[in-house]
Every structure is written in structure tokens, then in C-alpha cells.
């Protein structure tokens, strides 16, 4: 019998922050390498659908600073091909997916 963590009912997510979120030094100084033109984003992972999580991070319920105060909308051809996963799955390729919009000049928050 599978346990929840290793079925395949997590999701990997990127939600669009307003760039408003440049002025917070924490998360510019998390982003030397931003190209001006790449747009600031949150990544993160969930058992629950991505568009539920949202949700969530907007109404305040276990929600990450940023996007719950920059929120904007989820950006689905970032993650969609890549769900669903399992936790073991979703824990590694959120830092993947993190570190590969870095790399594209993306800032990126992500736990």
C-alpha cells in the first residue's frame, strides 16, 4: 500500500510576484545575478492543487511573506509538465526548478 508521501499527489508551483518585491532587501540580496527584464517569482511545492495553494498564500493560510503580500498569479508553463510527483519528487524539483530560473535571470524565492 502506498503512504501519502509516496504516491503521486504533489505538485510543484510558480507563483509571479510584483516587482514591488525588489524593494524587500532580503529578497533583492537572494538575487544578485536578476536580469531587469526576468520577472520575480516564488517556488514551491503542495499537496493540494497549485491554484488552491495560491489561494492560500494570498488569504494568508501557511503562507510564505512573499507571495501572500506580491502575489500575482501562478505562471503554469513553468510547472505543469513536471506534476504530479511524489514528496521525495516535489522536495528535489522544487529546488531544481528554483536554481534553473535563477540561472535564466528569474528572482527567485523559494524555502
Known sequence: MATKRNSRRFSVYV???DRKVLEENKFREANPEH???KPCVYVGMTSR???KRFEQHLSGYKASKYPKRY???LRPRLFTRYNPM???EAQRQERHLAEKL???GYAVWQK
Open 71 to 73: 502575489g500575482v498569479r
Open 86 to 88: 511524489t514528496y521525495e
Open 49 to 51: 492543487s497549485p491554484e
Open 102 to 104: 535563477r540561472k535564466r
Open 35 to 37: 536580469k531587469p527584464e
Open 15 to 17: 507563483i509571479e510576484l
